[in-house]
């Protein structure tokens, strides 16, 4: 039987947990919270995209890191804006996140 965490006082008397009559050792006891890190699997590190994002968003072009993730027709034609527009930063960070696409095996350029 399971018993659901919220069930599960949290403070109060010594508390023995018996499983099947047997004594459960304190230190098996479910933790109340759990840290599963980054739930986001990116091919290039989010942190670049949303880089990206901001810098696109200075030239007046909104950008999904998100959808920048999943969307290989999107990510080619942002990365492409960028490529083609007149700030040299952008344009380097738009080379830099496609050869890391590519190196993932994420072909966007492959996109029809």
Known sequence: MII???LLPESGPE???TFSGQA????LIPQTTVDL????SAPVP???LQRFAQLM???????????MVYDRLYAAERL????GGDNPVLCEL???????YERAGEWVALTH
Do not use: C, K, W
């Open 80 to 83: 492409a804006q960028a490529y």
């Open 94 to 100: 738009a080379i830099t996140i496609f050869e890391a």
């Open 37 to 40: 890190g980054s739930p986001i």
């Open 57 to 67: 968003e200075l030239q007046g072009r909104r950008v999904s890191p998100m959808r």
């Open 24 to 27: 459960v050792d304190p230190r």
């Open 46 to 48: 989010f942190e670049e």
């Open 15 to 17: 508390l023995n947990y």
């Open 4 to 6: 659901p965490l919220h």
